[in-house]
């Protein structure tokens, strides 16, 4: 058991240890010296409180979608549906704030009535999905992806059109609210909303119970490891799929909401970020298990944030951040397979 | 409507159609032999950005459209060697690629980006080219557009009438027996993996050096038409003839939007940008409703001559996935 442990501990960081080198190595490539790449991503997410505070601040959606993609992994689901999750609750939350703005409603109520909307709009585009899966027999990676554009369309159309500032629409968005619907942050400059923190750690914790704790995760679990047999067994396999869309999309929609209220404080043409996309990757790197996915998030959202400044120290494209990400992902799960391969582990799923 | 301009229309349609023509029935291939490549939305945007800057060093389109052949070949092997030999998940290594691919076109084509490069021109074929419409039809093309004609034939007599192809779609559909007739089931996997990606791999150079010539990072609009070329494949139903179909449907579709974008000034031109994709999930639709236990529990109540009918109707459009399509071959 130790053994296999330490091996475990071995290929993965072997697997770290790869990735950055071919990283660097396509820094090498590009004539950058990689140290210095490197450096000023450290610094640019950790070098001063206001950038470690923005990388809190992008933490917070990227565990919020992670926290609901570990869900709907556990169903054996691939929510990549989940970017246009995240606008929808954009989306729906812009739409209840505006409706509550100059109404007689105290703002803690309506800010509370846009996550509620923002979880509504999230989870009605999850089962869109979920809908075209089950009754349609479109997969949901193709589901997804394509609602996602639908996504994307739908908000650019809200933005440019019924929603647009008063004079021209732009690529900017919608005006922004009135200061008292803002999401309290922790000073005039930040946006960092302690609520915000609160809500996605509270949202990796209380998946981790559901999974782990509860006699619905154990169902969930076993749809996931053998849809057949679970229907076989009684459990009602449409039924769980759903029911794990609704809560991922329910917590991508929280997400949108964070980014309206509390970070952009209006509706953006591109505010699901990638976190979605992002979010994924996460859930992979951490083999689908809640434990280490804070942890891991936070260094995802580290590297995001430090590669921010890379045009402007280095002239370098900050899709460096997703290039050390992929290939992150990309050599854990390839060791993963070699260690099984090797210490005669039979292989995972297809 | 003059039918000059229709015509000339649609050529368009044909070359434009073109790379889809090439990433679909590359995966069409990859697929018949029961490996999924989910990785192609990446791989086109990594061989589209490699095209051109091999074009663009060496001043040779040849050279450009081997480095897009070459790109799509790696990547794909990477999809091969982890779902093959390591017996990873497919999905879950053609996702991260396709992420790391996207993020490693936009980083590595940064120097490159809005920069002239040299574009491959039209050959119109003499004589044939001449003659009225349908000289600028089908006989005014660049070389690559003919390619993909030729390629639409080839697959389809490599698929259907060789041994080969025959082997090929066992491999796809019953790998056990595949084996039991002699045929090295992973070995050859890996062949039409990589073959199938390097085929993949010139639909990128086809919009960097023909299409959309150039190289202009994230708004080359290239992201996304991997996706829909993966959806196509399923709408094919693996075949390379009704998977060359679906991939003209879908941009005469994508010509008729730009055509009538006049006539719809009420819509921001964003929103009909992404029209492929709703036009995406309705064709899945369409062609695995079929398979669905609720059509075929409500086809069952309705009476009989429209019960015929429809199911004749659900039965031609659907497609059927080859049944092994990413389940990993042991020999026991």
């Not at chain 1, 933005?159 to 008063?166: L, S, T, Y």
């Not at chain 2, 450009?64 to 879950?92: D, E, K, M, N, Y």
């Amino acid at each position: 058991m130790t053994s296999s442990r330490a091996a475990k501990a071995l290929f993965q960081a072997g697997a770290v240890v790869l990735a950055l080198g071919l990283t660097a190595a396509v820094l090498a490539a590009t004539g950058t010296r990689p140290f210095a790449a490197f450096a000023s991503i450290a610094s640019g997410a950790a070098g001063n409180w206001g950038v470690a505070s923005d990388v809190v601040v992008a933490w917070v959606p990227l565990l919020l979608v992670t926290s609901g993609l570990l869900v709907t992994f556990t169903v054996g689901l691939w929510n990549i549906g989940i970017e246009g999750q995240i606008t929808l609750g954009a989306v729906f939350a812009t739409w209840a704030l505006r409706s509550c703005e100059g109404s007689a409603l105290s703002p803690a109520l309506a800010i509370a009535l846009a996550f509620a909307a923002g979880m509504a709009g999230g989870s009605l585009w999850a089962m869109l999905v979920g809908a075209l899966k089950t009754f349609g027999g479109v997969n949901e990676i193709f589901g997804g992806l394509g609602m996602n554009y639908v996504a994307t369309a739908l908000n650019i159309w809200l933005i440019f059109g019924p929603w647009k500032r008063p004079g021209i629409a732009s690529m900017s968005g919608t005006l922004p609210f009135d200061k008292a619907y803002w999401l309290p942050t922790l000073n005039e400059q930040s946006r960092l909303a302690p609520v915000a923190a609160g809500a996605a750690v509270l949202a990796i914790v209380l998946v981790f119970l559901l999974v782990q704790g509860t006699y619905f995760g154990l169902k969930l679990k076993a749809v996931g490891k053998n849809p057949k047999a679970a229907f076989l067994l009684g459990v009602p396999t449409w039924q769980y799929m759903m029911a794990s869309f609704a809560i991922c999309g329910a917590l991508a929609g929280v997400a949108g909401a964070v980014q309206v209220t509390a970070v952009y404080h209006r509706l953006i043409p591109s505010i699901s970020s990638g976190y979605g996309y992002l979010g994924l990757m996460v859930a992979m790197l951490v083999n689908f298990s809640a434990a280490l996915a804070a942890p891991v998030a936070l260094f995802f959202a580290a590297l995001n944030v430090g590669a921010i400044q890379l045009p402007i120290t280095l002239k370098l494209d900050s899709a460096l951040a997703g290039v050390l990400q992929g290939t992150l992902v990309l050599f854990v799960l390839l060791a993963e397979g070699l260690r099984g391969r090797l210490m005669g582990k039979k292989g995972g799923k297809a | 409507m003059n039918g000059d301009f229709l015509f000339i229309g649609l050529a368009g349609v044909l070359a434009s159609a073109g790379p889809l023509v090439f990433a679909s029935i590359g995966e069409a291939i990859t697929e018949r032999a029961g490996i999924t490549n989910l990785s192609m939305n990446g791989l086109i945007l990594l061989s589209a950005m490699s095209g051109f800057a091999a074009a663009l060093s060496t001043g040779s389109l040849a050279l450009g459209f081997l480095a897009g052949a070459l790109i799509g070949g790696l990547v794909s092997g990477i999809v091969a060697f982890s779902s093959i030999t390591l017996r990873q998940s497919q999905v879950a290594v053609g996702f991260v690629l396709t992420l790391l691919c996207r993020d490693l076109s936009y980083f590595l084509g940064n120097p490159i980006m809005g920069k002239p490069g040299p574009r491959l021109s039209a050959t119109p074929l003499p004589a044939l080219g001449e003659i009225r419409y349908l000289g600028p039809f089908l006989f005014s093309h660049d070389i690559m557009t003919y390619a993909s004609f030729a390629l639409i034939a080839l697959a389809w007599l490599f698929i259907y009438k060789t041994r080969p192809g025959l082997v090929l779609r066992g491999l796809g559909e019953r790998p056990a027996a595949a084996y039991a007739r002699g045929a090295n089931v992973n070995r050859l996997r890996y062949l039409y993996t990589i073959a199938g990606g390097a085929i993949a791999g010139i639909a990128g150079p086809m919009y960097s050096l023909s299409i959309k010539a150039g190289w202009k990072g994230t708004i080359t609009g290239l992201d996304g038409m991997g996706w829909i070329a993966l959806a196509i494949t399923i709408f094919g139903g693996w075949s390379p003839v009704r998977v060359a179909l679906g991939a003209y449907l879908f941009a005469f579709l994508q010509w008729l939007g730009l055509v009538l974008q006049p006539s719809l000034p009420g819509v921001p031109s964003q929103v009909l940008q992404v029209a492929p994709f709703p036009l995406m999930i309705l064709t899945l639709l369409f062609v695995n409703v079929g398979n669905a236990e609720w059509v075929s529990a409500s086809l069952a109540r309705l009476p009989e001559r429209p019960r015929r009918t429809l199911a004749r109707f659900l039965r031609a459009i659907n497609v059927k996935p080859p049944a092994a399509l990413g389940t990993p071959f042991e020999k026991d």
